[in-house]
């Protein structure tokens, strides 16, 4: 007998049909004699509805009581799939993160999990239930209701898969698996049968949304086999393993994009030790996450100092410098937010050259200009004009991984 845990996201409860056919294949998997512990997202377009009514009834909405708002969707989905199960005939119990005791930090919007208490679901596995447990939820020391960023409901189904010890974490979403780049943007792009950890968290960060960063920090750390599947269909899905010798022979994995970036830049900074210090000190202590920076010097001892954010974070960051404008002391502050990331990933780039030069070549003769680039040993981002984004990631795609025809 085996423990799996099974996540759907929104669209796959999207509406009652969905949520009977997520009971059905709920009710199929433990016909076979496993034990089933299933994690729920919102329904489709219910996470943003809510944000959309926040701002409705204020213009700056707390951070505290967005949460309270935001966890409904789950407890909404979590129970539809549970009535869905007992009228099966399964015996189904649902849970909010507080009722199992998911134990987070007190970051609303973006809390961290800190523990989980098995034992309630140990419990009603023991008793023969499925349990059903609100993903992307949890609660903090004060019994606050927190919420762990969006797409956090993977994160809650592998953290759950990782302190049950369960054979498997299923992440079922409206996509075959992980593909060599989102299908919605370059429709010949592969499924992939496997990924290695390194590979997924890179993807993730720079853009893929199919898994939630931290489900996959989790699922490295503990060693969780991850299997990305479509709640629409059979068919096998991707598996997020282990990196081995094969997959080193493969020099772009896949291509991600990311539109939610802003760029501002610092002009005329005055060029001494311990000035960007003063920068991205305050910054980071606001929970903001720097990500490409570039320093251009001048002859005259000044310097303009370009760095992007997620686009969520923007507003904050440019208060924070403004803020501090006296001690930074710089000539004007300039911003961006038509600016998009595009990445290639792959672990092969560890033992190859030029890759980057090829990537830029493949670019430039496009037309398209590259206005910051970072690396990391099995990445290459590059920032462009948020127009150019599309167009640079079925290039790049087309290029290292292949066209529509080859
Ligand atoms: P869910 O609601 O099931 O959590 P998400 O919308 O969060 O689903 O994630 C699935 C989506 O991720 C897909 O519909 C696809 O457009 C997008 N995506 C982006 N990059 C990739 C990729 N490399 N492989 C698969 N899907 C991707
Ligand atoms: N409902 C949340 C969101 O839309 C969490 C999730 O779907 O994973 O971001
Ligand atoms: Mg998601």
Redesign the pocket.
């Known amino acids: 007998m085996a423990l799996i845990v099974q996540k759907y996201?929104?669209?796959?409860v999207g509406n009652p049909e969905r949520i009977r056919e997520v009971a059905r294949r709920v009710s199929e998997t433990r016909a076979k004699g496993n034990q089933v512990v299933v994690v729920v997202?919102a329904m489709?377009g219910e996470t943003n509805r809510l944000l959309a009514l926040a701002k409705e009834v204020s213009k700056t909405p707390s951070d505290r009581e967005s949460d309270v708002l935001v966890a409904s969707g789950e407890q909404v989905s979590s129970a539809l799939l549970a009535l869905a199960l007992q009228d099966a005939g399964v015996p189904a119990t649902s849970f909010l993160g507080h009722q199992v005791r998911i134990a987070t930090d007190s970051a609303f919007g973006r809390a961290r999990i800190r523990s989980i208490d098995r034992h309630r679901l140990e419990e009603a596995l023991a008793g023969g239930s499925v349990a059903v447990v609100a993903g992307f939820q949890g609660v903090d020391a004060n019994d606050n209701i927190t919420t762990l960023g969006r797409?956090g409901?993977?994160t809650t189904g592998v953290a759950l898969a990782a302190a049950l010890k369960a054979d498997v974490c299923e992440i079922?979403?409206?996509?075959d698996?992980?593909?060599?780049?989102?299908?919605?943007i370059v429709p010949h792009?592969r499924k992939l049968d496997r990924i290695s950890y390194d590979e997924m968290l890179e993807?993730a960060s720079l853009g893929?949304?199919?898994l939630q960063i931290r489900s996959v920090e989790f699922a490295k750390r503990y060693k969780v086999p991850v299997a990305v599947r479509s709640s629409f269909n059979d068919a096998l899905g991707t598996i997020v393993v282990e990196e081995d010798q094969r997959m080193e022979d493969v020099l772009v994995s896949?291509v991600?994009h990311d539109r939610d970036q802003a760029k501002i830049t610092l002009r005329r900074v005055e060029d001494r030790p311990g000035l960007a210090a003063r920068v991205f000190g305050p910054i980071a202590e606001a929970g903001i996450v720097v990500d490409m920076i570039i320093q251009n010097a001048a002859d005259d001892g000044s310097t303009d100092l370009t760095f992007t954010v997620p686009r969520v974070d923007y507003e904050k960051a440019v208060a924070i410098v403004k803020s501090r404008e006296g001690e930074i002391g710089f000539k004007a502050l300039t911003t961006d937010t038509d600016v998009a990331k595009v990445s290639i990933v792959g672990l092969g780039m560890k033992s190859h050259a030029g890759v980057a030069a090829r990537m830029f070549d493949i670019l430039s003769r496009e037309g398209i200009n590259i206005q910051m680039i970072s690396t990391s040993e099995i990445k290459i981002s590059v920032a462009v004009q948020a127009k150019y984004a599309e167009l640079a990631v079925r290039s790049l795609h087309d290029a290292f991984i292949g066209g529509p025809t080859s």
């Open positions: 996201g929104g669209t796959s997202s489709a797409g409901s993977d079922f979403t409206d996509v698996g992980v593909y060599t780049a989102d299908p919605r792009a993807l893929a949304k199919v896949g991600a």
